[in-house]
C-alpha cells in the first residue's frame, strides 16, 4: 500500500559512492531520511526483495522502494522540485546526466572500485589482501581524470555548467569516498580542489562528513573544510 506518511528510509552502505549521491541529493532537498546500514556482502534476505538486482542504495520513499541511484536522483529532483538540480535546457540537461554517466561508470571502473576495493572492501569482508599494482592503477588514472575536470572547471562555474547539479554531487560522492582514505592529490588541480572544497561545506554534506567506517580511520582532513 502506497501512504506518504510513511518514514523515508535509505538502505545503504557508507562508502558507496552511489549511496552517498543519493543522501547528498536528499540532504540537499532538506528530506529527512533514516538511514539503514546494508551488510550487502552478507547476502542480507531482505534486499532482492527491496530490489531484485540485490544492489544499494535502495529508498522507500512516499511508500515506494525506488532502485539505482541515477534513477532515484532523477525522480526526487521531479517530486521534490526545490532546489531544482537539473538544467531547464535539454542540452544542459544531456551534460549533466553524460557527467553522472562518467563518474557512475568510467570513473567508477578506472578508479573509484579498484582503489575502493582493494584498500577497503577486502579488509572489511576479509577476502584477502590488497593488492599493490592495482591501487597504483587507479592513482595513476585519477590523475587523467582530474586533469579532464580541472579542464572543466576553467570556463565553468559547476562541472556542467555554471548551476549546481546532480552531476557536481555524483562526482562529489565518488570523490569524498576516496578522500576518506587520502587517495586525492588535491594539490594536482587548484580549480577542482576549490570546487571539492565549495561543495564540501554545504550543509547537505555535514551527515557524509561525519560517516565513521569501523576499522578504516578517516583521513586527518576528511571533515575539515579547509582540507586542514
Known amino acids: 500500500m502506497n501512504t506518504n506518511t510513511q518514514t523515508t528510509r535509505l ?17 540537499e532537498k532538506k528530506i529527512e531520511v533514516e538511514l539503514v546500514e546494508e551488510r550487502y556482502w552478507e547476502g542480507p534476505p531482505d534486499l532482492k526483495r527491496r530490489n531484485p ?16 541511484s541515477q534513477a532515484i ?10 532546489p531544482s538540480l537539473m538544467p531547464q535546457q535539454p542540452l544542459e540537461r544531456h551534460e549533466v546526466r553524460r557527467l553522472c554517466a562518467w563518474f557512475d561508470d568510467k570513473f567508477q571502473a578506472e578508479v573509484t572500485r579498484p582503489i575502493l576495493n582493494e584498500r577497503v572492501w577486502k579488509k572489511i569482508t576479509r577476502s584477502g589482501y590488497p593488492d599493490s599494482r ?13 586533469d579532464y575536470l580541472a579542464g ?27 578522500d576518506y582514505i587520502s587517495d586525492v592529490d588535491w594539490d594536482r588541480s587548484e580549480a577542482l580542489r576549490d570546487w ?33
Not at 538486482?53 to 539505482?68: S, T
Not at 536522483?73 to 526545490?82: N, S
Not at 547537505?204 to 586542514?228: C, K, M, N, T
Request: proline share 5%.
Open 11 to 27: 538502505y545503504h552502505t557508507a562508502l558507496s559512492p552511489y549511496c552517498r549521491k543519493v543522501r547528498l541529493v536528499l540532504a
Open 53 to 68: 538486482a540485490g544492489k544499494l542504495p535502495v529508498l522507500r520513499f512516499r511508500g515506494n522502494l525506488l532502485a539505482e
Open 73 to 82: 536522483v532523477e525522480y526526487l529532483d521531479e517530486a521534490v522540485p526545490a
Open 134 to 146: 592495482i591501487v597504483k592503477d587507479g592513482l595513476r588514472a585519477i590523475k587523467e581524470h582530474m
Open 152 to 178: 572543466l572547471l576553467e570556463t565553468r562555474r559547476w562541472l556542467a555548467g555554471n548551476t549546481l547539479s546532480l552531476a557536481d554531487f555524483t562526482a562529489a560522492a565518488h570523490f569524498s569516498c576516496l
Open 196 to 228: 571539492y572544497a565549495t561543495i564540501k561545506s554545504r550543509p547537505a554534506f555535514r551527515s557524509v562528513l561525519a560517516d565513521q567506517v569501523p576499522g578504516i580511520h578517516p583521513a586527518a582532513h576528511y571533515a575539515e573544510l579547509d582540507f586542514g
